[in-house]
C-alpha cells in the first residue's frame, strides 16, 4: 500500500514552513528542524533532493537558509511526494490482477485526486484551522 515515509513528511512539512514566510525571507535549517523536530542532518539531505527537483534554492553566509525557488500556488503536494518517495503506486504492476485492475485504478486516481492541491492550498488549510481553534476568555 501507497505509504508517505519520513523523507515524504519533513520534506512536506520544511516546504510548508517555506511556502508560509513566502517571499518575505529565507529560512535556516536548524531552524526549521528545531521548530518542527526533525534531524537537521536529515533535513539537509531531503532539501538537496528538493533543490535538485527546483522546489527550493539555497542562499549561503550569515543571512542564508533556504527559500521556496517558486510561489505557493506553483507548488503541486503530488509532485513534492513523488519526488522525495518515488512514483505513486498503490499496488505494484506485478502484484494487481485483472479482477481487481479497475479497482486499483480507482484507488490510484482518487489517492491522486487528494493530493491534488498546491502549497498554497495547504497553507490557507493550516490557517483555517487555527483560526478554528482560537479560543478567548
Given amino acids: 500500500m501507497f505509504t508517505i ?4 513528511v519533513y520534506g512536506l512539512t520544511a516546504l510548508l ?3 508560509e514566510r513566502y517571499p518575505r525571507s529565507s529560512v535556516q535549517i536548524r531552524d526549521i528542524a528545531s521548530a518542527h523536530n ?3 542532518h536529515y533535513l539537509e539531505q531531503i532539501l538537496v533532493i528538493l533543490k535538485k527537483a527546483g522546489f527550493v534554492e539555497s542562499f ?4 542564508g537558509g533556504y527559500a521556496l525557488a517558486r510561489e505557493p500556488r506553483q507548488v503541486q503536494v503530488l509532485d513534492i511526494l513523488t519526488n522525495l518517495e518515488g512514483k505513486l503506486e498503490v499496488v505494484s504492476e506485478d502484484k494487481q490482477n485483472n479482477a481487481l485492475n479497475f479497482f486499483w485504478k ?4 482518487s ?4 493530493l491534488d492541491l498546491t502549497l498554497e492550498d495547504l497553507i490557507e ?3 483555517k484551522q487555527r483560526q478554528t481553534f482560537t479560543y478567548s476568555i
Avoid: V
Fill in 5 to 8: 515515509s519520513a523523507k515524504g
Fill in 17 to 19: 514552513e517555506l511556502g
Fill in 38 to 40: 526533525i534531524p537537521q
Fill in 60 to 63: 549561503r553566509g550569515a543571512q
Fill in 106 to 109: 480507482e484507488l490510484d486516481q
Fill in 111 to 114: 489517492i491522486r485526486d487528494i
Fill in 125 to 127: 488549510r493550516k490557517q
